[in-house]
């Protein structure tokens, strides 16, 4: 800021010493006559120019005499308050808006010229992506889903709203910037609410000027290749200058009071002030029937399984008790590489009577990994539902022999025994290379070498994995007696490998990971076949772009993994 103070003339004494050294430079003239014999280079002081000097002086931070801050030949620099204001509109503007502060600081200049709205409204458009005009906010043919998150009253049955908020008229872009999209930009992106086993996806993004929270809800079971579907939870928005609103969107009543607060980095809770608005004038039977033909798409009597009956009951119960108040934890997706398999990202899969959840699948060098961001008592959000060993891949029989669970039951539990043993002896290994290097004197620490093993494993994976990338298609059915939700799963697929999948008991008791197989079908699609549950789950990729989402770091994506993990253990 000092160094735009000197550009542009203004000292402490918020003066002008850019005329006063004019001044004293023509002053000295005047009293005496230049040397029209000497050498420019001795002029600059040993072959230094002045202009040389005071950019130095500029860059160092140093105050610039008289004699240069007026230039050679009694012209002074161009100052930044000379320029004309359309075009320090345009410098400002493409400034982030976080600089914008500072530099109303410096000058009362700069602070007038900041007040333009043209500025702050390209900040919000390229920082935010708000392209709303401030002053047209007519709306004619708006989506259902815009209509449900953004009027005011959700009874009104026009198909034409004239200006959302009134006083919209009266606002500007800066407030916008700096009273909703800069002060809550630390809950853009997705998170994963704490509801228990069950988990979510909430995904918060700036949808024109509002800031909109939405849950995003797996299909109806066991449709996995449907699109997802979404419900708005809460909403922000300015209903005056400078007061942002906050209001909880659940319930069939409409927009009412809420109240948002960051707890800390990467996560932050909502509370609704009026849960009168969620319930409904037919009681908790109203409210089910209601829930179950959202969740499920059907109504209880549809439903002929009674286990299932009963889990859904119980879900129901248990959700109902966090529609007041819930607390939210950033989720990133995963880091994607070359020597992927296939793009990381969120799935839908089938989970037998749970119906259908959502799983991050992920690539750690020679393993794989899909870690459920919803859940069921059995198997908690935050659980790591599958693991895949990339470096041993499976070999399927031919297609008749396929159809007999016996042969691939076979297949399966000898790589599981070759993978133990390689286990094992990886684990004697590192043995006897810590007895080695406590018996000598290391010039490194023992951790160095175990590191170094490991990383060159995990380049093998890699290495093994680019290879079997693209194979040709082969033939798939599943073995007789395997239950499957869906019957329209993929009849050929790429390649299979070993792998792992966790069960365990209602409440998550005795859990366990045994054999299975996981199924690659094509770039969007993938299935596992639990051996002993005798059970195949079909999963199919999440095509949303979701915004904010991607994570800093490899060791941000890990410590996430871990995190959620935690939790749910």
């Given at each position: 800021?000092?160094?735009?103070?000197?550009?542009?003339?203004?000292?402490?004494a918020?003066?002008?010493?850019?005329?006063s050294?004019?001044?004293?430079?023509?002053?000295?003239?005047?009293?005496s006559?230049?040397?029209?014999?000497?050498?420019?280079?001795?002029?600059?002081?040993?072959?230094?120019?002045?202009?040389?000097?005071?950019?130095?002086?500029?860059?160092?931070?140093?105050?610039?005499?008289?004699?240069?801050?007026?230039?050679?030949?009694?012209?002074?620099?161009?100052?930044?308050?000379?320029?004309?204001?359309?075009?320090?509109?345009?410098?400002?503007?493409?400034?982030?808006?976080?600089?914008?502060p500072?530099?109303?600081?410096?000058?009362?200049?700069?602070?007038?010229?900041?007040?333009?709205?043209?500025?702050?409204?390209?900040?919000?458009?390229?920082?935010?992506?708000?392209?709303?005009?401030?002053?047209?906010?007519?709306?004619?043919?708006?989506?259902?889903?815009?209509?449900?998150?953004?009027?005011?009253?959700?009874?009104?049955?026009?198909?034409?709203?004239?200006?959302?908020?009134?006083?919209?008229?009266?606002?500007?872009?800066?407030?916008?910037?700096?009273c909703?999209?800069?002060?809550?930009?630390?809950?853009?992106?997705?998170?994963?609410?704490?509801?228990?086993?069950?988990?979510?996806?909430?995904?918060?993004?700036?949808?024109?000027?509002?800031?909109?929270?939405?849950?995003?809800l797996?299909?109806?079971?066991?449709?996995?290749?449907?699109?997802?579907?979404?419900?708005?939870?809460?909403?922000?928005?300015?209903?005056?200058?400078?007061?942002?609103?906050?209001?909880?969107?659940?319930?069939?009543?409409?927009?009412?009071?809420?109240?948002?607060?960051?707890?800390?980095?990467?996560?932050?809770?909502?509370?609704?002030?009026?849960?009168?608005?969620?319930?409904?004038?037919?009681?908790?039977q109203?409210?089910?029937?209601?829930?179950?033909?959202?969740?499920?798409?059907?109504?209880?009597e549809?439903?002929?399984?009674?286990?299932?009956?009963?889990?859904?009951?119980?879900?129901?119960?248990?959700?109902?008790?966090?529609?007041?108040?819930?607390?939210?934890?950033?989720i990133?997706?995963?880091?994607?590489?070359?020597?992927?398999?296939?793009?990381?990202?969120?799935?839908?899969?089938?989970?037998?009577?749970?119906?259908?959840?959502?799983?991050?699948?992920?690539?750690?060098?020679?393993?794989?990994?899909?870690?459920?961001?919803?859940?069921?008592?059995?198997?908690?959000?935050?659980?790591?539902?599958?693991e895949?060993?990339?470096?041993?891949?499976?070999?399927?029989?031919?297609?008749?022999?396929?159809?007999?669970?016996?042969?691939?039951?076979?297949?399966?539990?000898?790589?599981?025994?070759?993978?133990?043993?390689?286990?094992?002896?990886?684990?004697?290994?590192?043995?006897?290379?810590?007895?080695?290097q406590?018996?000598?004197?290391?010039?490194a620490?023992?951790?160095?070498?175990?590191?170094?093993?490991?990383?060159?494993?995990?380049?093998?994976?890699?290495?093994?994995?680019?290879?079997?990338?693209?194979?040709?298609?082969?033939?798939?059915?599943?073995?007789?007696?395997?239950?499957?939700?869906?019957?329209?799963?993929?009849?050929?697929?790429?390649?299979?490998f070993?792998?792992?999948?966790?069960?365990?008991?209602?409440?998550?008791?005795?859990?366990?990971?045994?054999?299975?197989?996981f199924?690659?079908?094509?770039?969007?699609?993938?299935?596992?076949?639990?051996?002993?549950?005798?059970?195949f789950?079909?999963?199919?990729r999440?095509?949303?772009?979701?915004?904010?989402?991607?994570?800093?770091?490899?060791?941000?994506?890990?410590?996430?993994?871990?995190?959620?993990?935690?939790?749910?253990t």
């Amino acid at each position: 800021m000092a160094v735009c103070a000197r550009l542009c003339g203004v000292g402490p004494a918020r003066g002008c010493r850019r005329r006063s050294a004019a001044r004293e430079q023509r002053r000295g003239a005047a009293d005496s006559e230049p040397d029209t014999d000497t050498d420019p280079e001795e002029a600059g002081g040993g072959g230094v120019t002045e202009d040389e000097e005071a950019a130095e002086r500029i860059e160092g931070g140093r105050p610039l005499p008289p004699s240069v801050e007026a230039g050679p030949a009694g012209r002074a620099p161009l100052s930044l308050l000379e320029l004309p204001p359309e075009l320090l509109v345009q410098i400002f503007g493409s400034l982030p808006g976080t600089d914008l502060p500072n530099l109303a600081r410096v000058c009362t200049t700069f602070r007038r010229i900041l007040r333009t709205d043209t500025i702050w409204r390209r900040r919000c458009r390229e920082e935010y992506g708000v392209c709303e005009n401030l002053r047209k906010l007519e709306i004619t043919g708006v989506s259902c889903r815009d209509v449900y998150a953004k009027r005011i009253n959700p009874r009104v049955k026009s198909g034409r709203f004239m200006k959302i908020l009134p006083d919209y008229e009266h606002m500007e872009y800066r407030d916008v910037y700096t009273c909703l999209l800069h002060r809550y930009r630390h809950i853009l992106g997705l998170w994963q609410p704490d509801i228990g086993p069950y988990g979510g996806l909430l995904n918060v993004v700036v949808d024109g000027l509002f800031i909109i929270g939405w849950m995003y809800l797996p299909p109806h079971d066991p449709h996995v290749d449907d699109p997802m579907r979404f419900k708005p939870l809460f909403r922000i928005h300015l209903m005056e200058r400078k007061c942002a609103t906050v209001e909880c969107m659940y319930g069939h009543k409409g927009p009412h009071n809420g109240h948002i607060q960051i707890v800390k980095k990467d996560e932050f809770s909502t509370k609704c002030n009026q849960t009168d608005h969620h319930r409904m004038s037919g009681g908790r039977q109203e409210e089910f029937r209601t829930w179950l033909r959202e969740e499920w798409g059907r109504t209880l009597e549809d439903i002929f399984h009674e286990h299932m009956q009963e889990l859904i009951l119980m879900k129901f119960i248990y959700t109902s008790q966090y529609d007041n108040c819930l607390t939210y934890r950033r989720i990133y997706l995963p880091p994607s590489s070359p020597e992927d398999l296939i793009q990381p990202g969120l799935f839908k899969g089938t989970y037998g009577s749970h119906g259908l959840e959502i799983v991050m699948l992920s690539f750690h060098g020679r393993k794989a990994k899909g870690t459920k961001i919803t859940g069921d008592p059995n198997i908690p959000a935050g659980q790591q539902t599958v693991e895949i060993d990339l470096a041993h891949p499976l070999q399927l029989p031919d297609i008749e022999n396929l159809h007999d669970f016996s042969e691939l039951s076979r297949i399966v539990l000898e790589a599981q025994e070759q993978v133990r043993r390689e286990e094992q002896e990886r684990e004697q290994r590192q043995e006897e290379e810590e007895h080695s290097q406590q018996a000598a004197s290391p010039p490194a620490s023992p951790l160095g070498g175990g590191e170094g093993a490991e990383g060159e494993e995990t380049a093998a994976g890699a290495e093994g994995t680019t290879q079997d990338k693209a194979p040709a298609s082969q033939p798939f059915v599943l073995p007789m007696g395997v239950i499957s939700r869906n019957e329209d799963y993929p009849r050929t697929c790429r390649i299979c490998f070993y792998g792992t999948g966790l069960i365990a008991g209602h409440g998550f008791t005795s859990p366990e990971r045994t054999p299975g197989v996981f199924i690659l079908f094509d770039d969007d699609r993938f299935g596992f076949i639990w051996l002993e549950l005798k059970s195949f789950s079909l999963y199919s990729r999440i095509k949303v772009s979701f915004q904010n989402a991607q994570a800093p770091s490899r060791e941000a994506f890990d410590e996430m993994l871990k995190n959620i993990q935690s939790l749910a253990t």
